[in-house]
């Protein structure tokens, strides 16, 4: 017998609520905005309409492009060598005691300090511009994958542990074999939030370094657009941020779920 | 004459400078033995199995097991109170991974999976992730894994405390078969005076606070047994004679149960 909840009727309803819903929430205050904009007279250089935004986009399609392509390249550097960098640290540290007493707190300090603070000593003893803001992005994004690794490598079942002393297991078989995968669903949770951090990160680091004259990311072209007033061209290179952040959010989720989708319950669809 | 596999000579454990668990346990455990530890809570019994495993160190005393002959395999099976089943990988890795610490690869490895699945009837769930197992089937793989490595001592710590009666007795004959056709040595350990007579020929029962050696009786009763002896006279007079040193050790421990 077929259950209410896998009828054609109600699998329709379900994709209804999933996506319709909220693009239609989105297409009415699209709609909402541009009736107010245009029936309450707003100057485009205090709050441009959404078609007027979508004209910018248009006519400077190449220019914000080619930043959004520098955001990106920054953005996914920055994600890369927090992986990399974050997994290996959170491996060193929770090998050896004696590193996490001795590193740790500097890894806080760093992570504490605001990043817009650091920035303008990165860019003067780095000098090349776009190391700078990779190293200014990695910084914001590294953290979250360095504590949620951490915490999942040391939170292995401690039966499991046991079970690995018995059969003799080397240091090493215990961190392939039962550390690493434990540390897997932490490790992802981390990665999400890291995603958006390190879009954050470059966003932040382009601010900084445009201020020196600077720049070809998509934050320089917002504080480009501000001081000439070109408020719609600005609004579009927001509105590429967010949905940016928005698809790296999503890539991440997508990559969790495909790792987890098998055997961790924050992945496993239940049966109803 | 049996011939003795492990000794524990006036072992000790104390966890720090607070409890002792176990104090001045002296037992020897014969190859074949079929050998229950019973006793309430906090008697030590899973502290003295966790000793003999290498899991825990003796705080004084000695365990000396007699080293297998020409075999450098694993020679122990430990099933936990819990099955202890790794979620992330499907049954048949779960019960490679002795094998696999050992550096034997899965195709090397493939033939005597399979088997112990086959000996635990779990031979159509290979593929099956733990979370698509119930309890019982948990547990079986846990028995598959701790078998797989054909040892000649298996180690078991409350193993079957979570389950169901009807899977539980299930489960206590395939340990039965399981000893039996594999000329096991079997520590196994149990709250349960009725488990612990079905399944044992020799019972030891502990007592509390600290944990030592209060009784060390033998069941005498044919072994290997079947459902059958669970509704016989002899098996409900065991009962009743185990029973009796239980009570008899509760009391002299002064605890509340």
Redesign the interface.
Known sequence: MQSSSSTPRHLVITWLKGIVAPLSFGAGLLLFWQFAVTWNEVPHYVLPSPARIGEALMEDWVTLALSLLATLKVTFLALFFAITIGVGLAIVLTQWRWMEKSLLPYVIVLQVTPVVSLAPLIIIWVGDINTSLLICAWLVAFFPILSNTMLGLQSADHNLVDLFEVYGATRWQKLVHLRLPSAMPYFLGGLKISGGLALIGAVVAEFVAGTGGVGSGLAFRILESGYQLRIPRMFAALIMISITGILIYLATTWVSWMFLRKWHESAVKREV | MPSPLIQMHSVRKQFGEGVVAVDNMSLTINQGDFLSFLGPSGCGKSTAL?MI???LPVTSGRIDITPAEGSSE?D?G?V???P?L????PVFDNVW??L???GISRKAAADRIRRALADVGLSRFEAS???ELSGGMKMRVSIARAMV?RPRTLLMDEPFAALDEITRMKLNNDVIRLAAENKLTVIFVTHSVFESVYLSNRIIVMAARPGRVAADLTVSAPWPRDEGFRTTAAYAEECRRVSIALKETLSESDIDH
């Open positions: 966790k495993a290498g899991l694993q122990l430990f936990f109170q819990e202890t790794t979620p992330w990988a991974l002795p696999r610490l050992a992730y733990p979370r490595t």
